[in-house]
T-cell receptor, first 114, second 118 residues
């Protein structure tokens, strides 16, 4: 799976949008970009995933650049409960292989301030 | 629908003792994955099991560690003769389908078991 690079930490004011970047310049054509987050002392929580189109769900939006070498996770209105470590993961296609192996780096610690 | 359950949440063992960590997957899920998170590190894959079968244990240390997922009951991660370096958070995840199903197999994580070896 391709390697990802994320800033170690970011701050965001409550109520503002949080934009978390991720670089994955070696991503291959059939690899998806996934985002998980881990709130302190809890298990990781799935947020969103995408292949090449932008995606949106009730939690967040995912913007993937046209060349797919980077992406941005957007939390539109951050709350204090969004303070967590956010992991960007590149994962193989959904069919076959060892795509079940999620490889978590150190992620970005997002701190939402009141 | 209850989520993935793990117990105990905290486990303290002395060096040389055995540690048994349990994971009950979500209802209807027959695929279980174990991950380990060392202090200040990201999660690392250990093993993938389907009911009664170990599919991939490539992330498991070769000695002292074993995992099972019996036909009935929870999945068990067993660590024999624990050492201080085994102190970590152990997370279990489950999914309803496997990687060859052709469908997206999102993994749902439990709250983890924090093992401390004295």
């Amino acid at each position: 799976d391709a390697k990802t690079t994320q800033p170690p930490s970011m701050d965001c004011a409550e109520g503002r949008a949080a934009n978390l970047p991720c670089n994955h310049s070696t991503i291959s054509g059939n690899e998806y970009v996934y985002w998980y987050r881990q709130i302190h002392s809890q298990g990781p929580q799935y947020i969103i995933h995408g292949l090449k189109n932008n995606e949106t769900n009730e939690m967040a939006s995912l913007i993937i650049t046209e060349d797919r070498k980077s992406s941005t996770l957007i939390l539109p209105h951050a709350t204090l409960r969004d303070t967590a470590v956010y992991y960007c993961i590149v994962r193989g296609g959904v069919s076959g292989g060892s795509n079940y192996k999620l490889t978590f780096g150190k992620g970005t610690l997002l701190t939402v301030n009141p | 629908n209850a989520g993935v359950m793990q117990n105990p949440r905290h486990l303290v063992r002395r060096r040389g003792q055995e540690a048994r960590l349990r994971c009950s997957p979500m209802k209807g899920h027959s695929h279980v994955y174990w991950y380990r998170q060392l202090p200040e590190e990201g999660l690392k894959f250990m093993v993938y099991l389907q009911k009664e079968n170990i599919i991939d244990e490539s992330g498991m240390p070769k000695e002292r560690f074993s995992a099972e997922f019996p036909k009935e009951g929870p999945s068990i991660l067993r660590i024999q003769q624990v050492v201080r370096g085994d102190s970590a958070a152990y997370f279990c995840a489950s999914s309803p389908v496997g990687p060859t199903s052709g469908a997206y197999n999102e993994q749902f994580f439990g709250p983890g078991t924090r093992l401390t070896v004295l």
